[in-house]
């Protein structure tokens, strides 16, 4: 191997891993790295619902399946986090379901009752 080459094989084997480690903290700092894709839900279940705890279940509309589920009892309030944003909807045995828009940085609310299905 030539002089040349082996200066420029100890070179590169130098600025590449620093190279790599530059690019991943530019990108990191620069927002490039991991998105959370999930938003925050409370709940309140009236007060003027029968007194039995309730299974409160939020369904994302584009799957149609169960995201988070918490038994809630009149009067009190379940708070989901880790919910997919988007359009969710809000069901309890025989309380009206609610829908609702999950977004990024706010908490969204609903409030299930007995009246106005």
């Given at each position: 191997?030539?002089?040349?080459?082996?200066?420029?094989?100890?070179?590169?084997?130098?600025?590449?891993?620093?190279?790599?480690?530059?690019?991943?903290?530019?990108?990191?700092?620069?927002?490039?790295?991991?998105?959370?894709?999930?938003?925050?839900?409370?709940?309140?279940?009236?007060?003027?619902?029968?007194?039995?705890?309730?299974?409160?279940?939020?369904?994302?509309?584009?799957?149609?399946?169960?995201?988070?589920?918490?038994?809630?009892?009149?009067?009190?309030?379940?708070?989901?986090?880790?919910?997919?944003?988007?359009?969710?909807?809000?069901?309890?045995?025989?309380?009206?379901?609610?829908?609702?828009?999950?977004?990024?940085g706010t908490v969204a609310a609903v409030t299930l009752t007995t009246t106005g299905c």
């Open positions: 191997m030539t002089p040349v080459r082996r200066t420029l094989g100890c070179v590169l084997r130098r600025v590449v891993p620093v190279f790599l480690l530059g690019t991943a903290a530019v990108l990191t700092l620069a927002g490039c790295g991991a998105h959370d894709s999930t938003g925050q839900l409370s709940v309140t279940v009236s007060s003027n619902a029968a007194d039995h705890a309730y299974e409160v279940k939020v369904i994302t509309a584009t799957t149609g399946k169960v995201s988070e589920h918490q038994r809630v009892f009149p009067g009190g309030t379940a708070n989901f986090a880790g919910v997919p944003l988007g359009g969710v909807t809000v069901k309890a045995n025989e309380l009206c379901p609610q829908k609702t828009t999950v977004k990024n």
